[in-house]
């Protein structure tokens, strides 16, 4: 996919307050209050802003923090993986690597039966197609 450049302004025309702050300014949805955490149909989740596939409905699991989690990308090569050093913590935040989107962080403590890893993403940071 070709890589998408938009202007701060374009981008705050097409998509809501929230998922600017969140995708563009580094914001977090509160947790719990996402409207694709329980999405349980078979599709792709796709970015919120340039709809890049990011992850399959069958990499997700319910991990309990409050966000959509997914053991790993539909194409690794999607998703850009950053060290974030914020808020004093060390973390690998998840960017969408079409349009440069913050989509949430990735972490060491996921299923083990699987790769180990969980993709902590905001919610409005995706869209869903149950189509795909």
């Not at 949805?29 to 149909?41: D, F, I, Y």
């Not at 989107?101 to 409005?124: K, M, Q, W």
Request: glycine share 10%; aromatic share 8%.
């Amino acid at each position: 996919m070709p890589e998408i450049q938009k202007t701060k302004e374009e981008w705050k025309k097409e998509l809501t307050p929230e998922q600017y702050k969140v995708m563009f300014e580094g914001g977090t949805e509160a947790p719990g209050t996402g409207e694709l955490l329980h999405e349980k149909r078979s599709g792709m989740f796709t970015c919120g802003a340039c709809g890049a596939e990011l992850f399959a409905s069958d990499a997700k699991f319910e991990s309990g923090t409050g966000w959509p989690s997914f053991d790993k990308p539909a194409n690794r090569e999607n998703v850009e993986l950053i060290e974030d050093r914020t808020l004093g913590m060390r973390r690998t935040e998840v960017r969408c690597k079409r349009c440069g989107a913050h989509l949430g962080h990735v972490f060491d403590d996921g299923p083990a039966a699987t790769t180990g890893e969980r993709y902590c993403i905001n919610s409005c940071s995706l869209k869903f197609d149950p189509k795909k």
